[in-house]
């Protein structure tokens, strides 16, 4: 193999209960805890769990609280939480979370809607988040949102975004993760953002978070993991999809990263088997189809209609 | 950019007449009439339009002969057809379609099932295939079927697929693709048969075919574009998933293909906003939604639910 330098290993970071159902009608807790054990068995080493943000914004995920209190039994498992501010930050340390996903938005139109201030005041948030993380024994992640495109403001100049990353290595932050989050991104713009990062941030850690929206989530992985990526966020079944726009896919499926990624000889220590059976959970959970084309298609062995070329 | 050695161009055979319709109800050949001619807008210059087998096993492509009466009108693009034997092979030619793809299945099992000869017996008929078509002006490409995997017999054992492409070669056939015939392949196993084709038959064309069945089709793509493939079958909206199997994915979108090789500076000819076009009178022809994920989600700008990570 001369032209896929691929890694012997890659970090999966499972977001389906956070980013794949915050947009979902709020699921039972009791259900939620079924999807979360499902995920757990498979083999998956951290998962993003919940988020800590306004309950009227996403109701999905108001008992963030209640969640947080059944995290003990995984003590194998790095459980984080996402967080949009300093608030948000105190109410996931307090709930016994540490480990925290800071949204920081590039792009000043989503970071106004979405946070409610700009991306300059977003950023100047990170060292608190950084020291309040730290103080209580954790970490924190600074994910920047509409990396590189925003769905008010077009393409996010690369200089947005790396101001983003000069801030939270300034602050102390511990990761960096890019995230396309209305799925435009695409794989040769991937790499060249995450060449950027690199170059701006030497030695941090720099995951990338893709949303499978117009099909290409699966070739940016492939095209990050050339560029020396290491952590990719995946969601269970593929779910992340917004309810209101039938059809459109969610974030990347962990089964199919992990389908194709073992295939290379890559090792995640999630089993596809049980991503599998978590996906049937998950559908269940949230009572409607999964975006995740391997999760419909099943592994290699199918019936064989009339010729297929 | 130095991880992604992408090329500069890419030639992509639109197959969505064939393999998109194949197993569909059939079309009337006035619809299918209008989604070839949004097809020729889009710009491509190959369009696999039909092909030439028993209308009992295909009904979906029983009026090929009529079909071939209407291409005259678009001198510039270079159409072929589909043919499983030599009786195949004359019946287009006398149609008028000189430019054929011979399929031979790497499997035994599909080759029976699919063409009511082994392997070795539909490789035999090479010679005489590509004679017929030589003498008609014509060209052959031999499209090994089951190239990776087999739905009866599992993996294909490498040496089964480079036979048949040693008998392409040995036979005088013009080009080589390699069938991801039931959507299992994955981008490491792709780019290794690949290479190992290209050693068997130095200087012969190799294309890709590739199914988007379990969510790595674009990975796939992006993958042996990397490894110096420069044909791509691809279809219009995706179409091509088993009607029997809803949700199933088929070709690999155009679309999506064209979507993320622009954006990485490949040249195909092809037009974005003509091929979502022709996904919507393809959507049409076949009277049901189409698996492509850009199809559904459009362009880059999309309106903004609740927080997106």
Redesign the interface.
Known sequence: ??????PDRIDIRE?GM??GL??EEPVPLADKLRMLEAIVATGVRRVEVT?F?SPR??PALADADEVAKHLDQWPDVAFSA?V?NTRGAVRAIDAGIADL?Y?VSAADS?SR??AGRDTAAASAAIGEIVDLAHDAGGSVEV?V?TAW?C??D??TPPERTLDVVRAAFGHGADRLCL?D????V????A??LI?AVRAAAPGVEVGA?F?????????N???VL???VRQLDASVG?LGG?P??P???GNI?TE?LV??SE???IESGVDLAAVVAAARVTERAVGH?LP???F??GG??????????
């Open positions: 193999m001369t032209v896929l330098a691929l977001v956070r980013d915050q947009l988020s943000v914004a996403v996402l949009a996903e949204v989503h809607a979405n994910i949102a495109d769905p008010f077009g393409p995230g989050t209305i799925g435009t695409t794989p040769r713009r790499v060249e060449e978070h949303h499978d929206t117009r099909g290409t989530g699966q070739a992985a492939l095209a050339l560029a020396g593929g917004c209101f726009a059809g459109a896919s499926a199919e389908y194709w295939d290379a000889g189809d995740s084309s391997l419909r298609a290699r062995s199918v019936p064989l209609g009339p010729y297929r070329g």
